[in-house]
């Protein structure tokens, strides 16, 4: 089984909002309106929230966003644009890869091989009137854009090679999102591209693949996975927000390009801290490695992205923007070596030998009992995963996990004094508690400077079963 964290926990859906001020009342007094509430959906709940944040702040809750998850495994990106299209929601968010097949060639420029090559980079263009230049090209087919979110970098990750140069990547099949951009990418490095939704797909037959740290952490690719070039960002895979234009107002349009602008910065955070966080996770379980391309490797693979570029350019927006893209990149400073992703340094916790914790422990409670549960993170800890009987076993360093009817998750346990660390291969995670034996009677208490302690180990007591 695999308890989430608070780091780890699903998003649910997110009111945000505020208002304007309401009519004047027979006294002379005002009324503030009910909230409007629109829909949003969206395939990365997580990625959404600085923007359903800002709409909060910038509208003063006049306007509230239900965000409805929509995962590309079961709604496509080109439904995404059709359902907002249709009026099915108000608002969809659309990774920026997906307009080039309904037609929309102005944001293929974010997409284009090593062009926006790191979040501080993707940070300034999205922040720059590039991005709302782009965003005008939607109004073609009836949409009003809101704003561009910046999203993850997406590394070559190698499964049955390393991907370091175009001579790695020649004749091999590399998974990628639909992207014509991306295909046409990977075969000018003679790599074969292949579909797919990722995001926990197999990954059978296939020797790589361009994918997002967080992505290969959260899917557990690294069971597959052996390297992660993290000095390569083949491109970045930015969201575009886009309303339909007939069921919003123009004051609500503005309000909600407003905070889309202002959610550009807490979202290259947020991109940042979560790749920091999985890359930490991926060290610990100790699975695949963390490798750097050399100088004249970085050139071949820009030299052999030239015949897209040049096809890129022959759209003469297109073009515009990869040359304002280039004037912001040389305006930033070169990226420090130590700023590149590594390992290096990372020790998974060191398991101690027999302690006085060594023992079986077992809780139950209901979803019921953990839904009303004080300490609960939030809404997305409340799963199948995280509720019913529960046996805690702790053995000479090592812990296992398991729920009846469920699945076992094993790891190692380190214990210093009344605190202990339960750090799960699965996840990768390490949890933190503050503990107590007391007559056979375990009691665990989170304890933040320690870490994470996710709510079902504290709903209710372990009883020492073994």
Request: net charge neutral; hydrophobic share 40%.
């Amino acid at each position: 089984m695999n308890l989430l964290s608070k780091l780890g926990a699903a998003v649910v859906v997110v009111a945000a909002v505020v208002g304007c001020g309401g009519p004047a009342d027979k006294a002379g007094g005002s009324q503030t309106p009910d909230p409007v509430t629109l829909t949003l959906a969206t395939p990365v709940i997580e990625e959404s929230q600085p923007f359903v944040e800002e709409v909060g702040r910038v509208s003063g809750n006049s306007i509230h966003l239900d965000l409805l998850s929509r995962p590309s495994t079961d709604f496509t990106e080109a439904e995404l644009i059709r359902s907002v299209e249709a009026g099915e929601v108000d608002l969809a968010v659309v990774p920026a890869r997906a307009w080039h097949a309904r037609g929309i060639k102005d944001f293929d420029a974010l997409s284009a091989p090593m062009a926006v090559d790191s979040l501080t980079l993707e940070q300034q263009v999205l922040a720059s009137d590039v991005a709302a230049d782009m965003l005008t090209s939607v109004s073609a087919i009836g949409l009003a854009g809101i704003g561009i979110l910046p999203g993850p970098m997406r590394k070559p990750v190698g499964i049955t090679r390393k991907l370091l140069g175009p001579a790695d990547f020649r004749g091999a099949r590399i998974g990628l999102s639909a992207s014509e951009v991306g295909m046409r990418a990977l075969q000018a490095l003679g790599a074969t591209p292949v579909t797919s939704t990722l995001g926990g797909a197999p990954l059978e037959r296939m020797d790589g693949l361009e994918y997002q740290v967080t992505g290969i952490q959260g899917a557990q690719y690294d069971n597959v996975a052996r390297t992660i070039t993290a000095n390569v960002s083949l491109w970045a895979r930015p969201l575009v927000i886009v309303a339909n234009s007939k069921k919003l107002g123009a004051g609500q349009v503005d309000m909600l390009r407003s905070a889309a602008r202002a959610a550009v910065r807490s979202t290259t955070e947020l991109q940042r801290k979560t790749e920091i966080e999985s890359a930490s996770v991926l060290c610990r379980r100790g699975k695949l490695q963390f490798i750097t391309a050399g100088g004249a490797q970085l050139q071949q693979l820009r030299a052999a992205f030239a015949p897209v570029n040049s096809w890129l350019q022959q759209d003469a927006k297109t073009k515009s923007h990869l040359e304002r893209i280039q004037a912001l990149r040389a305006q930033l400073p070169a990226t420090a070596a130590s700023n590149v992703m590594s390992c290096a340094g990372s020790q998974p916790p060191v398991a101690t030998a027999a302690s006085k914790l060594d023992g079986v422990y077992e809780t139950s409670f209901t979803k019921a009992e953990l839904a009303a549960s004080p300490l609960l993170y939030d809404a997305g800890e409340i799963n199948d995963d995280n509720w019913g009987d529960l046996t805690l076993t702790i053995k000479e360093g090592q812990v296992a996990l398991s729920k009846r009817g469920g699945g076992t998750d094993t790891g190692t346990c380190t214990v210093r004094g009344d605190t202990v660390l339960l750090t799960f291969s699965g996840s990768g995670e390490t949890f933190g508690f503050r503990w107590n034996l007391y007559r056979d009677t375990l009691t665990l208490r989170r304890d933040e400077s320690l870490g994470p302690g996710p709510t079902p180990f504290l709903v209710k007591p372990w009883r020492r079963a073994g």
